[in-house]
């Protein structure tokens, strides 16, 4: 989450391998993005012309296949790239050192349903969003879990780096929550019963069910309660950060993502991956971002109506 959460963590069209760990040695491919004409200079970049991408490899928000960047946030950003005449040169990580990587300028950029908080707004500049989520818990189809109460006296497991971590912990009576390097290692100790609830990224979560329901998982939406768990209770904007130097480059996405939402990119591209739902592109009923990164009289993208027309 990546939020949040998220997120983080799957494969090229089927979830890697069910248990297959993102964790492991830095995998730094480049390849040419099949680049539309460029009018214009590309921006700057921590590499002239081209763009270095942060990832964990979770499905359906980002993996490599094929040399080619995938998945519903890779394939956007992979389309974005070539309308700048950028080449992507991808490093993937853990969620984690994703965060200190796009901080320190060793990468342009990281995405992956990641969610904005304040918190992420100090260290590195954040995209308008290219879609919304808010907060599910993965639990055994035998049980219902859905308030800040059931999670009581049970064991959860999330991601570290995820922004809810401190508010889980804060839960009165919660048995134990479990940080994990990877959604894999989450999933994988849920489905063996070591783990009673996961709190993951809902797009990845459902990408993963669709490919594996002998699992025998469901997620329910969290009942808010944002008086007392304001970040779980929020419904996110999944944004792209991007290093703080990297301005131009902040400016030149913000504007393809604009056109995104103005052609149905981005619903397009969700739904190519089972997330077509017209709840993901309605955005949260205020927009905390204004007085925080964006201006009084900002407005968060709403994908039009004729986006889901049959």
Not at 231 to 253: C, F, N, R
Not at 263 to 278: H, R, W
Request: proline share 5%; glycine share 10%.
């Amino acid at each position: 989450m990546n939020a949040s959460w998220t997120e983080r963590k799957q494969g090229a069209g089927t979830l890697r391998t069910a248990w297959r760990s993102t964790l492991g040695a830095l995998a730094v491919m480049t390849v040419a993005a099949t680049a539309l004409p460029a009018t214009a200079a590309p921006p700057k970049t921590i590499e002239p012309g081209k763009l270095t991408v942060g990832i964990n490899g979770d499905m359906p928000m980002t993996s490599w296949k094929d040399g080619k960047l995938i998945g519903t946030d890779g394939a956007l950003l992979a389309q974005i790239a070539a309308n700048l005449g950028l080449e992507i040169k991808l490093q993937q990580m853990e969620w984690s050192a994703l965060i200190q990587a796009t901080k320190q300028g060793k990468v342009d950029i990281m995405l992956g349903s990641m969610g904005w908080t304040k918190e992420r707004t100090t260290i590195m500049l954040l995209t308008d969003p290219i879609y919304y989520f808010g907060t599910f818990l993965l639990q055994k189809k035998e049980t219902n879990y859905a308030t800040f109460a059931d999670i009581s006296g049970h064991k959860i497991g999330t991601v570290t780096g995820f922004t809810l971590v401190p508010e889980l912990k804060s839960i009165p009576g919660v048995a134990e929550v479990k940080l994990y390097d990877t959604s894999d290692g989450v999933m994988r100790d849920l489905t063996a019963g070591r783990l009673d609830i996961a709190v993951l990224d809902p797009g990845l979560v459902e990408y993963a069910l669709l490919q594996h329901p002998e699992w025998g998982l469901h997620q329910v939406a969290l009942v808010p309660q944002a008086d007392k768990y304001p970040i779980m209770s929020t419904k996110y904007y999944s944004i792209m950060g991007i290093w703080m130097e990297d301005k131009e480059l902040y400016e030149a996405i913000n504007k393809e993502i604009g056109k995104a939402w103005a052609d149905c990119s981005n619903v397009k591209t969700m739904a190519a991956y089972g997330l077509g739902n017209p709840s993901w592109f309605e955005p949260p009923q205020k927009d905390y971002r204004i007085g925080v990164d964006r201006p009084e009289g900002w407005q968060a993208p709403k994908a039009a109506a004729t986006c889901f027309a049959k």
